[in-house]
């Protein structure tokens, strides 16, 4: 990806843009890019403001150094040893989470590393993810008597119960093709050719109606919650709009005339 690198909060998350594409990557390598109280509040300025964005077609979350992200700063929790710095950090976090969902671009994980605790439950809650095959993934707050309740939310909306259950009583990693075969991530890829990858799945997103995939999303989320005549209502209703655009009426036309489409965004 061919991009002028831009930073926000003292190099804590950098941000690189290039043709409709956003990525952002968690810069605190030392650190395993734990997810401070200081990086979420950063990371939801981020979103915030790439959500608003319309020349922003996708977004990449990556991180720096030798691990994706290693979930919550410990020793940060630590050091603030009181239960309402606990509610704001962990209320931050699903702030956060949830953001990824609402936001109308779809975001994609590149996981290069280990992704643990809240590392995992970030790869949960990105709307898709690609891993290198040396990835490993562990909700392993356990191991530290810290049942991983958040990483929970994502996680069991991504594979089934018991195998989510699994690693959160255990705090067990499992390896990337097992990440796959349960449905917390998309692809696998050697490590070498995990750039490539992650931009071949930005581009195929790039090329659709921006307007059909910022609705299509919405409806998506949204009827994961709703019972079975609920969902059809909504998506029907969501279908009805969609096709009122002026980049359905474009894609079928082009579709007719066999000619490549021009979205407009509307």
């Not at 939801?44 to 964005?53: E, H, L, S, V, Y």
């Not at 290069?112 to 690609?130: E, N, P, Y």
């Not at 071949?200 to 005549?229: N, T």
Request: charged share 20%; with cysteine.
């Amino acid at each position: 990806m061919s991009a002028v690198p831009a930073t926000t909060d003292q190099a804590m998350l950098l941000r690189a843009d290039a043709g409709g594409v956003t990525r952002l990557t968690l810069n605190r390598p030392l650190q395993f890019n734990a997810l401070s109280q200081a990086m979420l509040e950063t990371l939801i300025a981020a979103i915030d403001d790439i959500a608003a964005d319309p020349s922003v077609r996708v977004v990449v979350l990556a991180g720096e150094g030798k691990a994706f992200c290693a979930g919550h700063d410990l020793k940060e929790m630590r050091a603030n040893h009181t239960l309402a710095f606990q509610q704001e950090l962990f209320r931050l976090c699903g702030r956060f989470m949830t953001r990824l969902t609402e936001m109308p671009q779809p975001v994609i994980a590149r996981v290069h590393g280990i992704a643990t605790a809240a590392g995992c439950q970030l790869v949960s809650m990105c709307d898709l993810a690609v891993a290198a095959d040396v990835a490993r993934f562990a909700v392993s707050g356990i191991n530290v008597g810290l049942f991983c309740a958040t990483p929970s939310v994502g996680l069991s909306r991504n594979m089934g119960r018991k195998e989510a259950f699994e690693m959160l009583v255990t705090g067990d990693f499992i390896d990337a093709h097992e990440a796959c075969r349960r449905g917390l991530v998309n692809r696998v890829v050697a490590a070498q050719d995990l750039d490539e990858e992650v931009d071949r799945l930005a581009a195929a997103i790039v090329a659709k109606s921006p307007a059909a995939i910022a609705m299509g999303k919405q409806m998506f989320y949204r009827q994961l919650e709703m019972g079975l005549d609920a969902a059809y209502q909504l998506a029907a209703e969501t279908m009805a709009c969609n096709a009122m655009c002026e980049d359905a009426a474009e894609g079928i036309d082009a579709f007719i005339a066999k000619r490549k489409p021009e979205w407009k965004g509307r």
